[in-house]
């Protein structure tokens, strides 16, 4: 690696990279990413820095802790934090995962309800608020200790959205609203959709493989792959009944902030709310009167958008939301340039009518999860070009697809807002002068 | 343990060994169309999430939640040569022990074994642990699958990536 990393000075950071490894010419609608994006530990250590720790990022959402005392834990953003709410005040609180007296891990459940998090190492006590409740033999400490003090280390920034927690590590960063910019709407579709009221099915999707990141934030909303990538599970749903003549057609949209959506028609049914054969008769009734009621709460046009238009949806950096033959909530995160770890749940509409909820998993499982269908060739896919880097020879991926027209959902203008953004944000240490 | 004299006893979960070890050697094989002919036309085969063992299809979002039909669909899937992330194929080697039989009073028997299923592909190694729970039919003197479920004893799929084989 040639890149000198110790002589770049903070002051330089939000200087523009001379040589941007995200070469982007609208004149001549050329759009390249030099792949030391995905493969250099100086980018990845950069992107730590400047993108996990200077964004906003998923927690998890609120239906997952429905009680005074539930918690949860798990990293965000590669760091062990906890998310629990307060017995007293019905806050929704993260806080740093470490004790404050030595460092050990104070919540080591990965789920449960308690009014008290004990740190088993000396027995340090706090409550689901964070304040320090019990130190043994507390008289042994001088006057040098403020134990009020000593409380949990709260995430310097928590927000939530309708139901979405988001932490951010930077103190100085936008409130969560303004960040979110035009992926709010996005968002509103997905829970409004759902009646207003939606929760996290049980069991999650906790898989790794070895590719960047960044290649999984392109496929997760890359309609260009799906036919030929997905051949098998396309055969499988039309084994079934599933009719896709109708295609898929629509648009990326840019959302700001880097968040990107592609909307487009849907072949497939969906639970909310447009009925296939294969979700029997029965369904249809339930599916009609959910249609009609999004009819009557938000107009034919909204509504519309809601029951029959997918979405793929990224909010910058590390968060997919896709809704399209059931929703996923996804995490990415990379402990190394070569690896990601992926973490995803089913969400669902609160009350479901349980022959509904059941398809909707089926279409999870088979399409999204990764004991399915489609899931495990996307994996194959990614680690197959983090391979292919490894050869050298060629220096760029082109991702310019569709930079000529107005952005169908198959082009990749959705990617070009992620990437602008990330070029932004990683500023001279995205410079393909300084890394290798 | 109902009614089953121990000798008798011994007999079945013998039975049911050698027809567990004849399975494996038939998904080690990649014979998956002889596989499929063990299960029955009501048969299930499930795997439930990591954080979820217990976790019911209805409700709870499965890894696997195959009926006759998706199974089908999956060992069409895998003998093709578009299901990317298994061609070429793996080399697996589905070990099963700790055989139980947990109920032989109906004509349904519950099973239960420990597995290890190591697989080997292009340089890479992985290794799925955990426990079968069988519901097997009794037919011409062996068996049929009427349920496969296999639940995972890691506590996520990070060390395997996914469950692109059949456990």
Redesign the interface.
Known sequence: MSTNVQARRPEEAEAAAQLPIVDDDPVTQRFRVHRSAMTSLEVHRAEVERIFAKSWLYVGHESEIPEPGDFVRRPVGGRPVFMVRGVKTGNVNVFHNTCTHRGALVCRQ?SGNSKVFQCFYHAWTFDSEGRLKGVPDRDAYAGGVNFDELGLKRVARVESYRGFVFASFDPDIDDLPSYLAGAKDYIDLVVDGCGGSVEI??????????ANWKLLVENSFDGYHAES?H??YF??LV??GTDLRGGVSGRAIDLGNGHAVIEYSSPWGRPVAKWEPLFGADARTEIDRLRADLVARHGEQRAHAMAEVNRNLLIYPNLIINDIMAVTVRTLYPPAPDTV?VTA??LAPNNEL?SL??RR??S???FL?????A???D???LESCQQGFASGGVEWNDISRGMGRVPMANDEEQMRVFWRRWQHQMGTAADRAGVQ | MTAVAPRQQAFLRQQVEEFLYAEAALLDAWALDDWLLLFDRDAKYEVPCNDAPDGDPAHDLMLIDDNYVRLTARVTRLNSRRAHREYPHSRTNHQVFNVSVQDASHDVISVTASFTVWRFRAGRSSCYVGRYRYRLRRNDGGFRIALKRAELDMTDLRSVADVAIIL
């Open positions: 990965e099915v049980r069991g999650t999707n906790q898989y790794s493989f070895a990538t051949d098998t055969k499988y084994s079934i770890d749940w089913a349980a909820r059941h998993l089926d999870f499982l088979t999860g990764p004991g399915g269908f899931t495990p060739d994996v194959e896919a």
